[in-house]
């Protein structure tokens, strides 16, 4: 890979991060010849801080971390498309991104899994999904269960309706076991990745 840090005066070009899971951009920061190299050693993505005046490791007081999969110079080598994995949010206001968005894919499930973490702390009065982890994990399985028979029965009949709706609902108490669980859905993705690359 080329890298023309000589195109700019001080030395720095410029590094898009995205998350190598999402492909949401997370942030814009500066490399010189150094940071890149240390960035490439480490694993850790790596710039020079014009405020601090010298190299900065992403993560190395907050503990969230830009952990490198892969980077790419543009067609004038000029500028570095660096993909990582954060550790934790990005922004230093706590936010996923600087530009505070989430950082989930644009897929309404991952949308819908935060839905369901905060309705978790809702009162069981006034939610449905916080009702049913107050029953506990047996009972949120139980339900998994139940609406796997009902989508089963459906496909065997020819209403796309019904059937429709029972998958829907086999999904959504999916999801809700696994946040019971300590998971998500991104953890069953990377399963079915790892078993896709054999």
């Avoid at 010849?33 to 490791?57: D, H, I, P």
């Avoid at 992403?58 to 498309?81: H, M, Q, R, V």
């Avoid at 019904?162 to 998958?167: R, S």
Wanted: proline share 3%; charged share 30%.
């Amino acid at each position: 890979m080329k890298v023309d840090f000589d195109k700019y005066p001080d030395q720095l070009v410029p590094a898009v991060i995205q998350d190598y899971t999402t492909s949401k951009v997370l942030m814009l920061g500066f490399m010189n010849e150094e940071a890149l190299k240390v960035t490439q050693e480490t694993g850790k993505v790596t710039f020079y801080s014009r405020s601090k005046k010298r190299l900065w490791t992403k993560g190395e007081e907050s503990g969230n971390f830009l952990l490198l999969k892969s980077i790419a110079s543009d067609c004038d080598n000029d500028t570095l498309l660096v993909k990582a994995n954060p550790v934790g949010p990005v922004c230093h206001t706590g936010a996923d991104t600087c530009w505070s968005e989430k950082n989930h894919a644009n897929d309404f499930l991952f949308y819908l899994e935060d839905i369901i973490q905060l309705r978790r702390k809702a009162s069981p009065d006034e939610s449905y999904v916080a009702k049913l982890f107050t029953k506990g994990i047996n009972k949120i399985a139980q339900k998994v269960g139940e609406e796997a028979v009902e989508i089963v029965i459906e496909a065997k009949d020819n209403n796309e309706e019904l059937f429709l709706n029972e998958a829907a609902d086999l999904m959504f108490h999916y999801l809700i076991l696994l946040n019971a669980k300590g998971y998500k859905l991104q953890d069953v993705i990377e399963v079915l990745q790892k078993r896709h690359s054999k």
